[in-house]
């Protein structure tokens, strides 16, 4: 059974950073392409970020270039580093592995993130 716990969330000003962790235990993330996904109010979740086994990785538009996804294999865990953060980044992030568009794990609990002045 797969857990993954995500954290790392919290509140910045607009133009932050934060770096956020996807932590697995039941399966190892090197095997499946992990994605970061967000989920703002009132709004359907979708994907921001995913990386391969491979390592090869691939980003929606509204993130491109401000974040970046990486993997630690040793720690098991994958990371979203999130510059130049905007209001409407705000939600709450949620890692889960991916196949063909589709989510494949149970989901975490998430974290929020919050970018406000």
């Known amino acids: 059974q797969v857990q993954l716990v995500e954290s790392g969330g919290g509140l910045v000003q607009p133009g932050g950073s934060l770096r956020l962790s996807c932590a697995a235990s039941?399966?190892?993330?090197?095997?499946?392409?992990t994605a970061w996904y967000r989920q703002a109010p009132g709004k359907q979740r979708y994907l921001v970020a995913r990386?391969?086994?491979?390592?090869?990785?691939n980003y929606a538009d509204s993130v491109k270039g401000r974040f970046t996804i990486s993997r630690d294999n040793d720690k098991n865990t994958v990371y979203l580093q999130m510059n130049s953060l905007k209001p409407e980044d705000t939600a709450v992030y949620y890692c889960?592995?991916?196949?063909?568009?589709?989510?494949?794990?149970?989901w975490g609990q998430g974290t929020q993130v919050t970018v406000s002045s």
């Open positions: 889960n592995g991916e196949s063909w568009g589709t989510s494949i794990w149970p």
């Open positions: 039941g399966k190892i993330l090197k095997l499946y392409t």
């Open positions: 990386i391969t086994s491979s390592r090869s990785t």
